[in-house]
């Protein structure tokens, strides 16, 4: 399973790469605004340094903004020259269907955003996305369950012979990451918290320690 950030935060995006684990990077308009970036050319500015400081062959979502077949595909067709690592992302709504299909003969990739039912997902993989991406975390925040949508998708893609990568969306702690990938999501993509969060154990400290003391005892 791959490892995507969700963030447009730079410090977070340098922290993950420097661990040797990331593989990708997903934005959305949300995420921009938190990071006080507006403005088409700031915007188009700030997937470019995304991209530079991913490295080659990583994948980095940027979002359209138009909500119309027209403006979508102009809209993407600006974000895929930024940059090769570059993934146009699209709402799963009529027009963006058409969008992603579009895309797709155009040989431009594609991130299918905005996926809460297996309905949707099938739509999508018709279309060629490249990505798809079911939101978790908000599913679980319905009281519904967000895991059991990453299993039926998963199911109906292998069934179907689907190429589209499931990519396991708003994440919200580490036990997302562990069940994304029992499920058998292909991507998970998550704060940078919640990937810091599978490293802790306390035995690991409690083991560390002891060593470190016993070592410190025999060579003093
Ligand atoms: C996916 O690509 C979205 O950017 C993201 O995962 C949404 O997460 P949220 O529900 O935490 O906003």
Redo the contacts with the bound molecule.
């Keep these: 399973m791959q490892f995507f950030v969700?963030t447009a935060n730079l410090d977070h995006i340098r922290e993950a790469a420097e661990l040797g684990i990331l593989d990708g990077v997903?934005?959305?308009p949300?995420?921009m605004a938190k990071e006080g970036i507006s403005g088409e050319k700031n915007i188009l500015q700030h997937y470019l340094d995304i991209c530079k400081i991913v490295g080659p062959g990583r994948d980095v979502?940027a979002e359209v903004i138009s909500t119309d077949f027209k403006g979508m595909v102009a809209e993407g067709k600006r974000l895929a020259e930024i940059h090769e690592n570059i993934v146009v992302k699209v709402p799963m709504i009529r027009e963006g269907v058409k969008a992603i299909s579009y895309f797709t003969e155009a040989g431009i990739r594609t991130n299918c955003?905005l996926v809460f039912s297996a309905g949707q997902a099938l739509l999508a993989a018709k279309a060629g996305a490249t990505y798809l991406?079911p939101?978790i975390?908000?599913i679980d925040d319905m009281g519904w369950n967000g895991m059991a949508l990453i299993k039926e998708i998963v199911e109906i893609y292998n069934n179907s012979g689907f190429e589209t990568a499931v990519l396991a969306?708003?994440?919200?702690n580490p036990l997302h990451i562990i069940d994304a990938a029992k499920a058998g999501a292909d991507v998970v993509?998550c704060p940078l918290s919640a990937i810091l969060g599978l490293f802790y154990h306390p035995l690991t400290d409690i083991g560390l320690e002891k060593f470190l003391e016993d070592y410190r005892k025999a060579n003093p």
């Excluded at 969306?169 to 919200?172: D, G, K, L, M, V």
């Design positions: 969700d997903t934005t959305n949300s995420l979502s955003t991406s939101f975390g908000r969306a708003s994440i919200r993509t």
